[in-house]
């Protein structure tokens, strides 16, 4: 079982930036895929960004492509999200995720494991 756990979130104006860190209880956090995703007030809950086993390969959505930067430390057991030029519709829960294999990345519904998430309020 693994554990993660979010923390960083909060409140900034538009155009701000938010740091998430998400910490893992597994020591071998490096045999995980993780995710971050992300839920907003009355949508489904979309993929954000992803980034394999070793940091070498990383995906993004569209819409925080060149503004969200995910990263790995696996020998601190952690995942960060780095959101930069936040926008009013960045405001969501965000959660980390992991996963065991490298496909489907994309689909909320192929993550093994979940944070509790973060609340990330954006203000115009």
């Known amino acids: 079982q693994v554990q993660l756990v979010e923390s960083g979130g909060g409140l900034v104006q538009a155009g701000g930036s938010l740091r998430l860190s998400c910490a893992a209880s597994?020591?071998?956090?490096?045999?995980?895929?993780m995710g971050w995703l992300r839920q907003a007030p009355g949508k489904e809950r979309e993929f954000v960004a992803v980034i394999m086993w070793s940091g070498g390969i990383i995906y993004y959505a569209d819409s925080v492509k060149g503004r969200f930067t995910i990263s790995r430390d696996n020998a601190k057991n952690t995942v960060y999200l780095q959101m930069n030029s936040l926008k009013p519709e960045d405001t969501a829960v965000y959660y980390c995720?992991?996963?065991?294999?490298?496909?489907?990345?994309?689909?909320?519904?192929?993550?093994?494991?979940w944070g509790q998430g973060a609340q990330v309020t954006v203000s115009s």
């Open positions: 597994e020591r071998t956090l490096s045999r995980f895929v």
């Open positions: 995720a992991a996963k065991g294999d490298g496909t489907n990345w994309r689909n909320p519904n192929n993550y093994v494991y």
